[in-house]
């Protein structure tokens, strides 16, 4: 049985500040995972993992993710990794995404 065609975005880290960031559909990264462009072929994937790789000096590290979208049609990583990148560092709560969380009214 072949393998449904899977959705994908394109992640990579800023180089300057080094947080997990998105590429958009405008060719922009955002460290939002619902603002991500998201491919539906593997030609799109390739497409933007080529847009990705022209901005060397904004992100390093650019490659692809496979997610699902949820009930309300954002991009959810599929993988262990993606989901742990989008929570912050594992080691230390006040760090991170996981501290901006605790420090939201």
Known sequence: MAREPSLQIVTANDLLEGD???????GAWR?????????????GAARLLAIATGHEGKVVG????????DAAGRPTPTHYRERIRLK?????LDLGRQAERQSAP
């Not at 995972?33 to 539906?40: D, H, L």
């Not at 650019?62 to 979208?69: K, N």
């Not at 912050?88 to 230390?92: A, D, E, K, L, W």
């Open 20 to 26: 997990v960031v998105f590429l958009t559909p405008d």
């Open 31 to 43: 460290r939002a995972p619902e603002a991500a462009a998201i491919a539906e072929t593997p030609e």
């Open 62 to 69: 650019p490659y692809l993710a496979e997610v699902t979208l």
């Open 88 to 92: 912050g560092p594992t080691n230390r």
